[in-house]
C-alpha cells in the first residue's frame, strides 16, 4: 500500500528490527463493541477500493498481510480473510482447469490435425498409385499399339517416290505399265470388290468405255505374284491395249523386246518370251485358263505354264522361261476367233 494507507490503516503494518518482528503500535481497539462489525466492514470496503482482487499475487500477499495483522475482529472479517484465500485457491485451480483443458483440447485439435493429416495422406499416396496404375496401363497400351504399328510398318512396302502424289490422287491405282513403240503408257489400276470396275471407267473413276489398265481384285503386287495378268481393252482409237496387236508382228518384236512395269513399290523391267494367240474357255471346258494363273506351287503347275506358251505362241521369240522366273502377261481382246484374246508374256529381268 502506499503511505498515505499506510496512516489511515496503521494497525495493519509492523515495523522491523533487527532483532526480529515487534509492533510498533498496537490495533486500535473500539470501546463500543458493536462498532466492531462496523469497522471490520469499513476495513473491508476499503481494501476492495485500494486493492485489485483480479491480481492473484496481490491476492496472496494482501491475504498473508492480514492475517498475520489480525486486522479483523470479527466473523464479518474472518469470512472476507477466507473468502479472499477462497479466491485465490479458486482461481488458481480454475486456472489449472483451464490449462488442463487447453492442453487436452491442444491435444485433441493435434490428433484431430494429425488423423486428418494420416487421411490426406493416404488419400494422396493412394491417388499417386493409382495415377501411377493408371500411367503403367497407358504405358502397355501404347507400347502394344506401337508395337503393331511398328509390325505393320515393317510388312509395309514403301510407295516410290514418283508414285506418292498419284497414289494419294488414286487410291486403286497399282503400278505403271510402258511399252516402247506403242501408246501404251498408262497407270495400272486394282478394283478390289471385284466388279471389274475399270472395265468402263478410265483410271480417274469418270465413265469411260475405254475403261483402264487394270489387274484382278485377287491379284497381288507386295508381295508380287509370280505372275501377273494386266487386262486392257484392245480400243481402235489405239489407246489403252489398241496398240498390243503390233506384236503378232515378229518384226516389230524384234525392235521392241522390253516392257516397263513398276509397282507402287519396285521398278520392273521385263523381256518378252512369248505372243500367245488363244481364247476364254467355256466353264466346261478342260484346259489351262491364263487369266486365272498367279502363282504356281511346283514344277508341275510351271509345266502347265510352258505348255500353254508352246501350244499358243504365234512365233518362237528365242527367250524361255525358267522355274522361279516372275512374269506379267499383257491381255486383251482378239477377234478373229469368239472370245479370243492376244497375250503377250514377258519375264522378269
Not at 50 to 57: A, G, S, Y
Not at 94 to 122: D, G, H, N, P
Amino acid at each position: 500500500m502506499s503511505e498515505k494507507n499506510k496512516n489511515k490503516y496503521p494497525h495493519l503494518y509492523k515495523s522491523q528490527s533487527a532483532g526480529g518482528s515487534s509492533p510498533s503500535a498496537e490495533p486500535a481497539v473500539f470501546s463500543d463493541t458493536d462498532d466492531l462489525y462496523l469497522r471490520d466492514i469499513k476495513e473491508i470496503e476499503n481494501i476492495c477500493a485500494e486493492n485489485n482482487l483480479e491480481d492473484e499475487e496481490a491476492n496472496q500477499t494482501l491475504y498473508q498481510r492480514l492475517k498475520n495483522g489480525r486486522v479483523f475482529s470479527t466473523w464479518v472479517g474472518d469470512s472476507f480473510l477466507s473468502a479472499l484465500s477462497g479466491r485465490t485457491s479458486k482461481n488458481r485451480h480454475r486456472r489449472t482447469i483451464e490449462k488442463v483443458c487447453k492442453r487436452v483440447a491442444v491435444s485433441f485439435l493435434a490428433m484431430a490435425v494429425v488423423l486428418l493429416a494420416a487421411l490426406l495422406y493416404l488419400q494422396i499416396k493412394e491417388a499417386k498409385e493409382d495415377a501411377v496404375l493408371e500411367y503403367i496401363r497407358q504405358e502397355r497400351i501404347h507400347l502394344k499399339k506401337s508395337d503393331e504399328n511398328d509390325k505393320k510398318n515393317t510388312d509395309k512396302v514403301a510407295i516410290l517416290d514418283q508414285y506418292v502424289i498419284l497414289y494419294s490422287m488414286y487410291p486403286d491405282v497399282v503400278g505403271w505399265l510402258k511399252v516402247d513403240g506403242t501408246s501404251i503408257d498408262y497407270p495400272v489400276m486394282q478394283d478390289r470388290t471385284g466388279k471389274e470396275y475399270y472395265l468402263k471407267h478410265n483410271f480417274e473413276g469418270k465413265t469411260d468405255n475405254r475403261g483402264a489398265l487394270f489387274i484382278a481384285a485377287d491379284s497381288s503386287i507386295s508381295p508380287l505374284d509370280k505372275n501377273l495378268v494386266i487386262f486392257g481393252h484392245n480400243m481402235n482409237d489405239r489407246t489403252q491395249f489398241g496398240d498390243l496387236d503390233k506384236y503378232q508382228d515378229q518384226n516389230f518384236y524384234q525392235k521392241h523386246q522390253t516392257i516397263e512395269f513398276d509397282t507402287l513399290h519396285e521398278t520392273g523391267l521385263y523381256q518378252i518370251v512369248a505372243v500367245v494367240q488363244t481364247r476364254v474357255k467355256q466353264e466346261d471346258e478342260y484346259g489351262f485358263r491364263y487369266y486365272w494363273f498367279h502363282n504356281y506351287k511346283n514344277r508341275g503347275e510351271f509345266q502347265d505354264l510352258l505348255d500353254f506358251i508352246r501350244e499358243n505362241s504365234l512365233y518362237d521369240t528365242g527367250e524361255h522361261l525358267r522355274y522361279g522366273d516372275t512374269t506379267i502377261m499383257l491381255s486383251t481382246c482378239e477377234y478373229t476367233v469368239d472370245n479370243g484374246r492376244l497375250v503377250v508374256i514377258a519375264k522378269r529381268i
